[in-house]
Nanobody, 125 residues
Framework: QLQLVESGGGLVQAGGSLRLSCAAS????????TGWFRQAPGKEREFVAA????????YYSDSVKGRFTISRDNAKNTVFLQMNSLKPEDTAVYYC??????????????????WGQGTQVTVSS
């Protein structure tokens, strides 16, 4: 089992930055593909970014490309999401997801077996 815990969410003004962390316990995160998804009120959960277990490959949704950066520190068993130039439309609960073996496309929530509880990000205009 892999337990994931997100942190770093909060309230920020438009144009500001936040860094989310996804810390793992149980099995190591260093061998897991890891993704970030988000869900805004009244909307379906959507893909934000993902990183391969080695960190050698990263993936982003078009809506965050150029503003968000996903990275990992396998020594600390943690994955990060640096969010810059935040917009009100980035307001959502952000979830970390992990999979030692992807069960689908990297941008599909069905590909991931393990999920955190989420952290709220609110961007005010």
């Amino acid at each position: 089992q892999l337990q994931l815990v997100e942190s770093g969410g909060g309230l920020v003004q438009a144009g500001g930055s936040l860094r989310l962390s996804c810390a793992a316990s149980g099995r190591t995160l260093s061998s897991a593909h890891t993704g970030w998804f988000r869900q805004a009120p009244g909307k379906e959960r959507e893909f934000v970014a993902a990183i391969s277990w080695s960190g050698g490959s990263t993936y982003y949704s078009d809506s965050v490309k150029g503003r968000f950066t996903i990275s990992r520190d396998n020594a600390k068993n943690t994955v990060f999401l640096q969010m810059n130039s935040l917009k009100p439309e980035d307001t959502a609960v952000y979830y970390c997801a992990g999979a030692h073996v992807l069960l689908g496309s990297v941008n599909s929530e069905n590909a991931y077996r393990y999920w955190g509880q989420g952290t709220q990000v609110t961007v005010s205009s």
